[in-house]
């Protein structure tokens, strides 16, 4: 397990088969590794989105594939804090 900083605000913590990425202190997209991403579906700060789209092209870009509608789904946010309790 270890904490990635993203940005001055973000940070991604790597939990080795799933990455979470908090924005400010709010967890707000999941990356399932190898598989796909989980996205709040709630519409947080212009900060905050461009924190989220930076965490897509980030593990899209290390994966070395283009990622698709099908690889991101847009779920509550209480999906994406379940997501953690089942990681730890």
Known sequence: MKLIKQANSAHV?????????FSYETPV?????????LV??????????KHIN??????????????GRDDVEFVPQSA????IMEAV
């Open 13 to 21: 913590l790597d939990l080795d088969d799933i990455q979470i990425l």
């Open 29 to 37: 997209a999941v990356w399932i590794t190898g598989s796909h991403f």
């Open 40 to 49: 709040t579906e709630i519409d947080y700060s212009r900060t905050t989105n």
């Open 54 to 67: 930076q965490f897509i092209r980030d593990r899209s870009y290390n994966e070395t594939k283009v990622v």
């Open 80 to 83: 994406i804090e379940n997501s």
